[in-house]
Nanobody, 127 residues
Framework: QVQLVESGGGLVQAGGSLRLSCAASGRTFSSYAMGWFRQAPGKDREFVAAITWSGSNTYYTRSVSGRFAISRDNAKNTLYLQMNSLEPEDTAVYYC????????????????????WGQGTQVTVSS
């Protein structure tokens, strides 16, 4: 299995940027496809972005496309989420998750495809 620890959250003004990191330990990080999800107060968890094991394919939910960028460094066992032009609606707890793989964009958005989850990091965007 793999253990995941998120970091990089915080308070930022609207229009600002943050970079989240997810450090992985345990089984070989490069074996997993990875994703970011978020959950705002009173709302269901939602998909944000995903990346295949090699980094060759990425997927985004429409609301963050063009503003967020997911990437990974398999040599450092780390997943990233660069978040630009942040909006108050982006306020949530952000979770990274590891998957044994997904076959397409629809599959990548399903939380059930992910076997391991981090504890989350809070992102708060003030207006």
């Amino acid at each position: 299995q793999v253990q995941l620890v998120e970091s990089g959250g915080g308070l930022v003004q609207a229009g600002g940027s943050l970079r989240l990191s997810c450090a992985a330990s345990g089984r070989t990080f490069s074996s997993y496809a990875m994703g970011w999800f978020r959950q705002a107060p009173g709302k269901d968890r939602e998909f944000v972005a995903a990346i295949t094991w090699s980094g060759s394919n990425t997927y985004y939910t429409r609301s963050v496309s063009g503003r967020f960028a997911i990437s990974r460094d398999n040599a450092k066992n780390t997943l990233y989420l660069q978040m630009n032009s942040l909006e108050p609606e982006d306020t949530a707890v952000y979770y990274c998750a590891a998957s044994f793989g997904f076959s397409n964009a629809i599959d990548a958005q399903s939380g059930s495809r992910y076997s391991y989850w981090g504890q989350g990091t809070q992102v708060t965007v003030s207006s």
